[in-house]
Nanobody, 127 residues
């Protein structure tokens, strides 16, 4: 079992920045590829970004490319999501997810790929 706890959400204005954190516990964090998803009211949970086990590979959805950055610190068992130039359409509950994998470089974009999920943190961007 892996427990994931997100933090760092809040209410910001358009153009502001936020950094989300996702702290993992329970298993060897470096054995897991990680991802961030978000879910706006009335919409399905959508993929945002993912990172491989050793952070050498990342992938971004077009909607956040150039504005968001995923990173991880395996010594701290934490994955981060730096969000810059926030827009009202970024308003959602943000979830981190973990996928155990033998590959050190593979990233995963589908919800069904992931084994564990956090409880989510709310991000609200006002115009």
């Amino acid at each position: 079992q892996v427990q994931l706890v997100e933090s760092g959400g809040g209410l910001v204005r358009a153009g502001d920045s936020l950094r989300l954190s996702c702290a993992a516990s329970g298993r060897t964090f470096s054995n897991y590829a990680m991802g961030w998803f978000r879910q706006a009211p009335g919409k399905e949970r959508q993929f945002i970004t993912a990172i491989g086990r050793r952070a050498s590979s990342t992938y971004y959805a077009d909607s956040v490319k150039g504005r968001f950055t995923i990173s991880r610190d395996n010594d701290k068992n934490t994955v981060y999501l730096q969000m810059n130039s926030l827009k009202p359409e970024d308003t959602a509950v943000y979830y981190c997810a973990a996928k155990m994998t033998l590959s050190t470089i593979e990233v995963f974009t589908a919800r069904a790929n992931y084994d564990y999920w956090g409880q989510g943190t709310q991000v609200t961007v006002s115009s």
